[in-house]
């Protein structure tokens, strides 16, 4: 307290902060991002227990008889079914009658696809799930758990896993479930059609929630509370490993003792249990080991930062239920593969000990990322890092708050942001005398107990004085391109009234002053937000394909976006011009950037993480300069940095993630590709399952990189 | 008053009315009355539920079914068990408890009186039981109705932690409560000595406390030290029996009604290779010497028959050591002596 109310120690403070600020900001984000990343070292990070102590994991021996003949009966009937089917769908009928013959209460349950946009399929696609309820005989019915198999036609099945094997493992168990006598609560077994559209219907049927796009049936029967779900993604031959998937719809994850269960119960059954496809390396002490985990870390960061589920148990965080994929993954080489005999061991192991929880899971972490099976980042372990990396840039903009505002400070000050000057000048290797701190207003009536500071505020003064007289110095170096658009018009009028306050420009250092430059990139993000569903309805006689119409119109809007700064210092009356103060508007958004990354990074830290490892140095180092080489290395960190760019980067990083062996051409061409597909995805999970991704990018991303691009437009 | 209460000893003791008192018999006289007490009571509390907690009932019904075997009746016998194992519908096997993978024993076979069962086990209920204070329509099947030659044996199973002991994951009782709880007992009148035996984490603790005389205490584990579980019944996917209880009951089950096993025998069970946790005791309360003090003065309710020739001189162990003793027919004469045992009020009577 007795620093904030302590005039003196104020101002120790203020002036550290002038003084320090550059190389503090720097060196807290390298610490953070250092040591963000080291947390994948073993010695840093937790090995992960079970906080649950009524899951009893393990401690039950199998009831599945040896061998599992019916397990395999079931295998050889589906094929024999799926063969008969000419496209070699998943045979529906054939599964409805077998779950019924059970004796399970059996249902098929109906929903209908509307395309978000005006898709060449105009119609509406209609989906069946299938669900069978093996009711606790002697429980109350009130909770339930779910074994959910998406049904897969063989011509999806290019690029995923078959779920034969997890049809096959389905029926057999659930005729095993049938027999055992000490089931506490209902087992539901869902197979769901579409993928997660699918299970969205079911869900919000389940749920009686809506969705415009998705529009599912009343259900016909219903259980209790869904505890948590097990999804299975299971090839009908022998798996090499499993694959445990986590991320869920908009970085949501499991309880972590969901996870811990079911590896736990695989190493029981001698099944390995991967991550991101990657087992744990035997020496996680070793730099290699580091290596590895940390691959396995960014990889798991990776998917969790698209916000997009990684399988169908994404769906199911949204209604607070724990749930997560096994996925089996079949190897042709070796011989060290299992027998799904194994796999049906350990999903049973996993579903005995969910039966034995009391409470829904919320022992164990929420909040975590993985880099191996058995060791976990808590939410305390990543924040701190986290926050380091974020806060350079807020201590940044303090440092340039405290700046604009120096004639509120004691003038002992003055020195501070001359030394400070001086130091970025020497950082960024330029000597130009136009680069000084526009310290308004600070000459009049104020005395000065230091002499030696007058000649400085002189030539800061004249400065200023000769960047009143000096016109725009950044005149058209680029087409103008796309704009004449509405935002334009609209601002221009919001600007005007904001103006009318105060005519002389430079007298304008109040937040207030940089309130145009922040309406405008929010209302570009607006624009943005709208783009996609706005032009789909206008243009269906374009004949394009949907995805091309979205991508080019996202581009526009980021071009108007790119525009707008010219378009807000286009020479206008002199008293009309709106001038911001550059450190003002970087003050600002470095303060919208740090609000909104720590926001974000409390729902989905690795989005969190991403962003601020790329945005937070170059938000750091953008100022205006007419050094024009410099201003272009700026421009293109920019550029980079933005959400389209950073969308691009992610677009690469997919495609030599997928095929490595591409050239840098094939991959920078695949790239586009692969963004017009991200962002079409994007958008149909934005409409079809409330992700917030795109929503995100366009109403906190893309505004505050729109602040930042604004300044090396401004005067200096 | 007191005389009648010498005329009961003598009764219930000695039977067969005919007898006659020789010296040569004063040896086995004193042997049959030196334990002091006439009537054997057993507090029996299992204070923790939900399916994984399977141990601490199955410890709670395995003491249950050694007492009832040694000889304590159902009547005399509160047991107080917080969940339903056997109907849980977990349990692959309905309707039993069993304390070992082996499946010997279901320990909820026939015949299991519970007194308290399911969320009726509170500290309110477990104290009230204790002292006496329940209301006046309370059942006598829930009272322990004990008086000042009972013996009673109070065994608790749960989690506990330094200074207190979980009820029903809501509530708990503290040592310092307990040790209350015991005093008033005393004062009331409601034990001549009472055998404490705990099988809890850092079960010492509970017993720390106690400040009331003739009580004689063990618990499975020190401060600081946790109690742990037997082993699992993989069929069942619990843990099925405590390390302590589990060592405990192996003892008790050598043990037979006319056992001469000593409570000091039963003090060293379970040394710590056995239990992990280091099993504790207390005998400064206790005026006797626990080895010379019978495991069935606890355990059991042993009614000695000794078929004597001759009559005996009884003493009244309830009146002051100053008195003299008499025999049936000399009592009567005499005057009655001065009442130094008094009972303290429970109620206030409305009368």
């Known amino acids: 307290m007795g620093l904030l109310t302590d005039t003196k120690q104020r101002q120790i403070v203020l002036r550290m902060i002038l003084r320090y600020h550059q190389r503090l900001s720097i060196l807290l984000y390298i610490v953070g991002l250092v040591w963000f990343l080291a947390l994948a070292y073993r010695p840093l990070n937790a090995g992960t227990y079970f906080s649950e102590n009524a899951l009893l994991p393990g401690l039950v021996e199998s009831d599945l008889p040896h061998g599992f003949p019916s397990l395999n009966t079931y295998t050889d009937l589906l094929k024999a079914e799926i063969s008969k089917d000419k496209n070699r769908r998943a045979p529906k009928e054939w599964i409805f009658k077998q779950l019924q013959s059970l004796g399970l209460d059996t249902y098929r349950h109906n929903f209908t696809i509307k395309y978000p946009f005006k898709m060449a399929i105009s119609q509406d696609l209609n989906g069946e799930n299938i669900f069978a309820i093996l009711r606790a005989r002697r429980g109350a019915s009130t909770e339930a758990l779910v074994m959910s198999v998406p049904l897969r036609s063989a011509a999806a099945q290019n690029q995923r896993t078959s779920t034969d094997g997890g049809i096959a493992l389905m029926l057999a168990l659930a005729s095993q479930f049938r027999k055992n006598t000490f089931w506490a609560k209902d087992v539901i077994f869902l197979l769901s059609e579409f993928e997660e559209v699918g299970v969205q219907a079911w869900l919000d049927a389940y749920h009686e929630s809506s969705s415009p796009y998705v529009i599912a049936d009343d259900l016909p029967a219903r259980s209790g509370a869904i505890q948590a779900a097990i999804n299975l993604e299971l090839p009908s031959e022998n798996v090499r490993y499993l694959n445990l998937k986590l991320e869920g719809l908009n970085g949501q994850l499991p309880n972590l003792d969901l996870f811990n269960l079911a590896v736990k119960l695989s190493r029981r059954e001698s099944v390995p249990a991967t991550l991101q496809h990657r087992r744990d390396p035997h020496d996680q002490e070793s730099w290699e080991g580091y290596q590895h985990t940390l691959r396995t870390m960014l990889k798991m960061m990776w998917t969790q930062a698209s916000g997009a589920p990684s399988g169908n148990h994404g769906l199911f965080h949204r209604f607070h239920i724990e749930a997560l994929t096994i996925e089996g993954v079949h190897k042709k080489k070796g011989v060290r593969n299992v027998p799904l005999e194994q796999v049906a061991r350990v999903v049973e192991g996993v579903f005995r000990s969910l039966n034995n929880l009391l409470e829904r899971f919320h022992q164990s972490f929420f909040f975590y990322i993985l880099p191996s099976t058995d060791r976990y980042i808590s939410i305390g372990l990543y924040m701190p890092p986290f926050a380091l990396m974020v806060v350079a840039g807020v201590l940044k903009a303090l440092a340039l708050w405290i700046m604009t505002h120096s004639d509120v400070e004691d003038t002992t000050d003055e020195k501070a942001p001359q030394d400070e000057t001086e130091e970025e000048k020497s950082a960024s290797g330029e000597g130009e005398q136009g680069e000084e701190k526009e310290t308004d207003d600070q000459g009049d009536g104020k005395d000065k107990p230091k002499g030696d500071t007058s000649p400085l505020l002189k030539r800061q003064s004249s400065g200023d004085k000769s960047k009143e007289d000096t016109p725009e110095e950044e005149i058209e170096e680029e087409g103008e391109g796309e704009q004449g658009d509405l935002p334009d018009h609209l601002t221009a009028e919001d600007l005007a009234d904001l103006e009318d306050q105060d005519f002389e420009p430079i007298a304008m250092t109040g937040v207030l002053s940089v309130m145009p430059v922040v309406l405008m990139s929010y209302l570009l993000g607006l624009m943005a937000y709208t783009a996609p569903y706005v032009l789909t309805n206008f243009t269906p006689g374009l004949k394009m394909k949907t995805a091309d119409v979205i991508l080019y119109g996202i581009l526009a809007v980021f071009s108007a976006g790119l525009a707008y700064p010219y378009l807000m210092n286009r020479k206008t009356a002199h008293e009309d011009r709106i001038v911001s103060d550059w450190r003002l508007v970087k003050c600002v958004g470095l303060i919208v950037q740090g609000l909104t990354l720590f926001a974000v990074s409390l729902m989905n830290i690795s989005l969190a993480f991403f962003m601020a490892a790329v945005s937070v140095p170059v938000s750091m180092a953008v100022k205006p300069t007419r050094n024009i080489f410099l201003r272009t290395i700026l421009q293109l960190a920019l550029l980079i940095v933005s959400p389209m760019g950073v969308l691009f980067i992610a677009a690469v990083a997919n495609t030599t993630m997928h095929n490595s062996s591409l050239g840098l051409l094939a991959v920078l061409w695949q790239a586009i590709d692969e963004t017009k597909q991200l962002l079409f995805l994007l958008l149909v999970d934005q409409y079809l399952f409330y992700s917030w991704t795109y929503t995100l990018a366009s109403f906190a991303f893309l505004p505050t990189w729109l602040l930042f691009w604004a300044v090396p437009f401004c005067d200096n | ?351």
């Open chain 2, 1 to 351: 008053m007191a005389d009648v209460f010498g005329m009961k000893v003598l009764l219930s003791f000695a039977l067969l009315g005919a007898a006659f008192v020789f010296a040569g018999n004063e040896e086995k006289v004193q042997e049959f009355f030196k334990s002091g007490h006439t009537n054997n009571w057993a507090v029996l509390v299992d204070t923790s539920r939900f399916w994984f907690n399977y141990r601490h009932v199955a410890n709670v019904l395995s003491i249950y079914r050694s007492v009832k075997r040694l000889g304590i009746p159902d009547s005399h016998i509160i047991l107080m068990v917080a969940d339903d194992m056997a109907c849980n519908p977990r349990n692959p096997r309905p309707a039993t408890v069993f304390n070992n993978a082996k499946q010997h024993i279901n320990v909820y076979g026939d015949d299991v009186e519970v007194d308290y069962r399911g969320y009726e086990v509170t500290v309110e209920n477990f104290i009230r039981v204790l002292t006496g204070r329940l209301s006046p329509s309370t059942p006598s099947s829930k009272r322990l109705l004990s008086d000042e030659r009972s013996n009673v044996l109070v065994y608790m199973t749960g989690h506990g932690g330094d200074g207190f002991l979980k009820f029903q994951d809501a509530e708990e009782v503290s040592n310092v409560e307990l040790a209350d709880a015991f005093e008033q007992m005393w004062q009331k009148r409601r034990y001549h000595e009472v055998f404490f035996m705990i099988d809890t984490c850092q079960a010492e603790s509970m017993f720390q406390k106690f400040y009331s005389p003739n009580i004689l205490a063990v618990a499975s584990s020190r401060v600081g030290e946790d109690s742990l579980s037997h082993h699992v019944d993989p069929a069942l996917g619990v843990y099925v029996i405590d390390r302590y209880t589990y060592h405990a009951l192996e003892f008790l089950e050598g043990v037979n009604p006319g056992s001469s096993k000593t409570m000091g025998q039963f003090l060293q069970v379970c040394p710590r290779h056995q239990c992990i946790s280091t099993v504790s005791k207390r005998t400064d309360l206790f005026k006797r010497d626990p080895d010379k003090v019978l495991l069935t003065d606890f355990f059991g309710s042993v009614h000695n028959v000794e078929l004597l020739q001759d009559t005996i001189k009884l003493q009244n162990v309830t009146l002051d050591s100053s008195s003299t003793t008499c025999v049936k027919d000399s009592c009567k004469k005499k005057a009655a002596p001065k009442q130094t045992l008094q009972y303290a009020e429970q109620f206030p009577s409305p009368f």
